[in-house]
């Protein structure tokens, strides 16, 4: 299975993300690269993006890193903790999301990121 690296670019932070072999990212990585505005909604940023999917082996409760596509909103989140809705210390969606990849390495970089900033992905480079 050959994943497909992202660079995603906020301010001054860079992040390594890897997509995954599903539909929804191979919809993403066609339509990079792309450029937002963040929101926030707890631990958790995200955007709308050029892509316009459906429901694919969708999920409330995600892990910590995980990229995922909200079809209600066409929005790229980023999950790195808990959300409004989350019980304990899990990471829940506000719907059911699509899991398109994770980021690598550190994602405490993404606290630091407010509602309000612009932001960018594109396709990496080795």
Known sequence: MLEK????????ITITAFLNESQTARSLWNALPIEG??????????????VNDVERNAVDV???GNLAY???GNALCIFFGPTPVSLADECRAASPVNII?????DISPFRNI????PIGVLQGKD
């Open 62 to 64: 995600v892990e910590i």
């Open 114 to 117: 407010a509602s309000g900033l």
């Open 70 to 72: 909200w079809p209600p």
């Open 101 to 105: 990849g994770e980021i690598e390495g």
């Open 37 to 50: 505005i963040t929101q926030r909604w707890g631990d958790e940023i995200y955007f709308s993006i050029p």
């Open 5 to 12: 690296k992202v660079t995603i670019r906020c301010e001054n």
